[in-house]
């Protein structure tokens, strides 16, 4: 591990700010597109997880955890800067995260973590097979490396290590990825450096499907489906709805799988294992499809924090817990200064049970359209303990009352008592958040630049004016 002095020498903005007998290992779990309500733990009667219940038994889970921006890229780039889109430049799908990003794995990596990626990478930019990411700066800060760009072949996943010869997984890839986490702990099983693993597994992000073994544990006719789905022409059928759930009870055997390895290593005591997504699948409510949307089955992801050395057991956290705050908080779970650009919330404190105090609301942000899920324009939005709010740059779009009306059936705007009281509060709210993180709707896009592949079909594009500019 580094000394102070050697810290102090390499990463003056990334010090200790507190000393700790061991600090802990990180592993972020992270599949694609696993709606938050989709879990034992959160009452949904098809899921079958019970891993990721006793994960959350065993430790602690945050029952409002949503994503900032529910759609993958600006997501991901969320996470690794610790920023919202428009300061870190990902206001769309498909762009290529700038390599001088301040990173979560730069930051450990300068207080003397390994880092490790393992999964699916999508903050490279350009044509996303085959996949190779170089090593270097455009890893971001990650040292260990077994990843591919993108695909969603689940069954037929290829990944790059630091050479450009691709290897095929040959298995399902939930299982594949898992396999190489496995490998990187047992490389770290004599070590007493710190460690900060991410895996990303890509189901169950459609197309919806797992192994045969796991699709037969569910039958279509006997799903149950949420209050708010519409079954509609072309639309999310009980079939893709059993697939979806066949794929999470996948992902979660491989939940089981690394957690056994982390209890039976000598750091199981220090490794914080997170759980989470980077955003949520409406899945057929409200007979939409995908993400992009201010309805909680697309905000919504999972969140669980497994710390033994610092947490009690069993405790739940029904405040609102976001992206923008996951790096923040794990840094100072680390004892890692968070950098000043960081706009997070360091939750640490919460995580160790120290308080309960999360955040009182959550800012939203889609910047453009995407006619393959039904976006129809970019929107701003805030979430409440007790509203969700969302407005287009020129009108209010939907306001719901949580306490009544989880979900979200009943649209308010238009409603006298709403518009007068209820809306110019998180209409305020919107804009401060606007101010105070430096959004305005100039950000916004109105062209089809997602649809079609348009941003990674033939070139690497670092931002959406610059594909325009291209375009002219």
């Given amino acids: 591990m580094l000394t102070r002095r050697a810290l102090l020498g390499s990463a003056p903005g990334l010090l200790l700010s507190k000393t700790k007998s061991k600090q802990p290992n990180i592993i972020w779990y992270m599949p694609d597109q696993w709606r938050g309500q989709a879990l034992g733990s959160m009452g949904d009667e098809n899921a079958k997880t019970p891993h990721l219940d006793k994960l959350a038994k065993d430790g602690l889970q945050f029952r409002n955890t949503v994503a900032n921006t529910p759609v993958c890229c600006p997501a991901r780039a969320i996470l690794m800067t610790g920023q919202y889109c428009h300061v870190n430049g990902m206001t769309a799908n498909d762009l290529r995260l700038n390599e001088n990003s301040n990173t979560i794995a730069k930051a450990l990596r300068g207080a003397g973590y390994r880092t490790g990626f393992i999964g699916k990478w999508h903050l490279d930019g350009g044509p996303r097979m085959p996949g190779f990411i170089p090593p270097g700066e455009r890893r971001l800060g990650f040292d260990y490396w077994a990843a591919n760009q993108c695909s969603h072949d689940h069954f037929k996943a290829q990944y790059f290590r630091d050479d450009p010869k691709p290897i095929e997984m040959g298995k399902f890839e939930a299982e594949g990825w898992t396999d190489l986490a496995l490998e990187f702990l047992d490389q ?3 070590s007493d450096q710190p460690y ?3 895996v990303a597994p890509g189901p169950p992000h459609d197309p919806y499907g797992a192994p045969e073994e796991y699709m037969k544990r569910f039958d279509p ?11 509609v022409e072309r639309g999310v059928t009980r079939k893709n709805l059993a697939a979806y759930y066949a794929a999470c009870t996948a992902v979660d055997d491989q939940v089981g799988r690394l957690r056994k390895a982390v209890s039976q290593s000598r750091h199981a005591e220090d490794t914080a294992l997170f ?3 980077d955003h949520g699948d409406m899945l057929g409510s409200h007979g939409l499809r995908l993400k992009r949307k201010p309805f909680e089955e697309s905000i919504r992801v999972p969140g669980i924090v497994h710390y033994p050395r610092f947490m009690k057991q069993g405790r739940v956290n029904e405040n609102l817990f976001s ?12 004892g890692v200064n968070v950098p000043a650009g960081f706009q997070g919330l360091d939750l640490s404190k919460t995580v160790q049970g120290k308080t309960s105090k999360t955040r009182k609301d959550a800012f939203f942000q889609i910047f453009g359209p995407y006619a393959g899920d ?4 970019g929107w701003r939005g805030v979430r409440t303990d007790r509203y969700m709010y969302a407005r287009y740059i020129d009108k209010p779009w939907v306001l719901f009352d949580m306490e009544t009306d989880p979900y979200q059936r009943k649209n308010l705007i238009g409603d006298a008592a709403a518009e007068a009281f209820v809306i ?3 209409e305020a709210r919107i804009a401060e958040y606007m101010k105070s993180s430096g959004d305005s709707w100039s950000h916004n896009w109105s062209a089809p630049v997602e ?9 690497m594009y670092r931002s959406v004016s610059e594909y325009l500019g291209a375009q002219r």
């Fill in 221 to 231: 006719e006997k799903i149950r489906v949420r209050a708010n789905y519409e079954e």
């Fill in 374 to 377: 039904g976006t129809a324009a």
């Fill in 275 to 277: 759980f989470f997504s």
């Fill in 323 to 334: 992206h923008i705050d996951i790096p923040a908080t794990t840094l100072g779970l680390c």
């Fill in 188 to 190: 770290q099983k004599n």
């Fill in 424 to 426: 110019p509060r998180l």
């Fill in 451 to 459: 649809d079609g592949g348009r941003l990674y079909k033939d070139r």
């Fill in 196 to 198: 900060f693993l991410m």
